[in-house]
């Protein structure tokens, strides 16, 4: 028999990513706080088996998060590796409803990495950290031999702050709800993929990653019924849904003539042959909304730096339960699944 | 001009990697919580800048802190690379005198990995964390073509909670403190190198990686007079005790005689030409405590599962400010310095 070993998907972020958590990590790390299954952990701090009462802090809580970015290459245009895993964890924070305050960065670096490089990306991740008013408090640098990784990968970590009353989750899209999207999808992957490949048939790709928090305060700001809220990257806007579809037990159902998307990227998407609903971003968000904030939220998230596009995309139904439908241009009906396999590695 | 270039050296946890740490790093992320330098970062969980008094939880403070492991095999006598990511992440928590209690867990994978091998270490995680009694709640998964990683890369980031009375900080060691070593030094870095190298001169190499923190507990509880704390990891003993030195401006004296080593330790780093000072140790721990505490102290550590062989090593002086010396075995007197270089990369 042969072995069962890890392939590319079980990265994706799509299905393979799912069934691989739901074998072999969750069994083994199981426990309520992850099994929320949220972008961010989130937790009184307080250890109920051992401190005393006194040391329950108050009832806010902590949002605690992290992810490894392993893209290549190691910048692209409209960003790098060190925006890319400021704003990666900054977002995840954010999209449970939590203010970022701090991050931790740990490097492994294959040896011969130019030491300019590092400092460009290092100082990349200084910016991105003070744009979206974060510290980094906390580092670790690891050195692997010429071979034993490919340039450079940094994981970060995040520590943020979530008011008692905000409850966002994946699984709390309600039947009713609106389906916001921030802005034009794709833009990431594609830019990430055109500059690994040298595509030369444009170059007005740009990557899309930015830090999403300080629009998520003016959303927070305008309405407490954003009920569900999560940053679609690996596996793209269509796993997210699903993601939210399966978590909250609603249907989803999402019109394709309302999903923004930039023209060059559709043309981009065409000739590869890629579904621009499964391509990474890393400055969106997508939020479920009660339907009577919905239209002054989008007015809102127009008004931030990254929202510009802001546009109501679909509505969250109460079936078939788990499950995205997209109405076609054409007026047909499609289903929208997760991802499967893996269309475009190593784009986070 | 030739271009300057990562090399081992600067991953050995030396004085390399200080330097590029304070050259690099520091510049671009500076903020008086990183500066810190211990082995987590300590915060009150508030945000000055932006949320309201209300939103200071209490005078307690959290830790946070993070590490990358590549070590190389993924296994050896006495550990895994899943056991060393856990407690070396819960060791640092509980160096600044915390309570471990959530970490995450982030894996990047070489594509090609037998699944059986990450479900073993996986599963060597979930013990890990549950003898140190502390939750993984968050983590992320990604894979990299072969040949772009090593195997398995683990980062695990913490968060712990900090009582307001204790303030343990490497800066903080005052003269006529003892110096307490928790047990045998070398056994990590010497059982991982057996391992990695095939070495069969001795079959009784065991790596001494294990959490650390029910034994910090019955130290604090023992003494309000720990005053620096630190694990001996990579650059080892020696390394450690010149950090120490050089962020308490304080000496520190030590006697060769009292240091504890296994003969068979002693035995490989003299036959490999390794100065056990500088190897690696995961499951060590060095204490500066006040004089009148110090035997107490011992006697506590040496009922821990961990400390049985505790000792007192030496002891710190008002100088010669951040110089480490020793006393040897032959009555001369010899200056330790920071690691140089990198001995045996690899190893955490």
Chains 1, 2 share one sequence.
């Not at 990653?209 to 959303?219: F, G, I, K, T, Y």
Request: aromatic share 4%.
């Amino acid at each position: 028999m042969r072995k069962a070993r890890i392939i590319l998907g079980h990265g994706s972020g799509g299905k393979l990513s799912h069934d691989l958590i739901e074998s072999l990590f969750m069994p083994r790390f199981i426990n309520p706080i992850l099994q929320a299954g949220d972008d961010s952990a989130v937790f009184p701090l307080t250890d109920s088996d051992r401190i005393s009462k006194r040391r329950q802090l108050s009832e806010d809580e902590i949002a605690f998060t992290t992810d490894s970015y392993v893209v290549n290459p190691l910048s692209w245009p409209g960003g790098d590796i060190g925006r890319l895993a400021v704003c990666g964890t900054v977002n995840d924070l954010a999209m449970v409803g939590a203010t970022p305050l701090y991050l931790s960065a740990a490097f492994v670096i294959e040896e011969g990495l130019p030491i300019s490089t590092l400092r460009r990306i290092v100082t990349s991740m200084q910016r991105a950290a003070k744009e979206a008013r974060v510290k980094i408090v906390a580092g670790d640098t690891k050195v692997v031999e010429k071979g034993s990784a490919d340039g450079l990968f940094i994981n970060t970590a995040g520590v943020g702050l979530l008011s008692g009353e905000v409850k966002i989750s994946g699984s709390n899209a309600q039947p009713g709800d609106m389906v916001i999207v921030s802005g034009t999808i794709g833009d990431h992957g594609i830019a990430v993929l055109s500059a690994r490949e040298g595509l030369t048939f444009s170059n007005s790709f740009k990557s899309d990653v930015a830090p999403l928090n300080h629009m998520v305060d003016a959303m927070l700001r305008t309405s407490h019924k954003v009920h569900a809220m999560r940053d679609p990257t690996r596996g793209g806007l269509a796993t997210t849904l699903n993601e939210i579809a399966r978590q909250s037990k609603a249907g989803i159902c999402i019109l394709e003539e309302q999903i923004p998307i930039r023209e060059e990227v559709a043309a981009a998407c065409e000739i590869l042959g890629y579904d621009p609903l499964y391509v990474a971003n890393e400055g969106k968000l997508v939020a479920c909304v009660a339907p009577e904030d919905a239209e002054r939220m989008v007015q809102v998230m127009r008004k931030a730096r990254y929202g510009h596009e802001a546009t109501i995309i679909g509505e969250v139904l109460s079936g078939p339960k788990g499950r995205v439908i997209m109405r076609t241009r054409v007026g047909g009906t499609r289903i929208v699944d997760m991802l499967t396999g893996d269309m475009l590695p190593r784009i986070c």
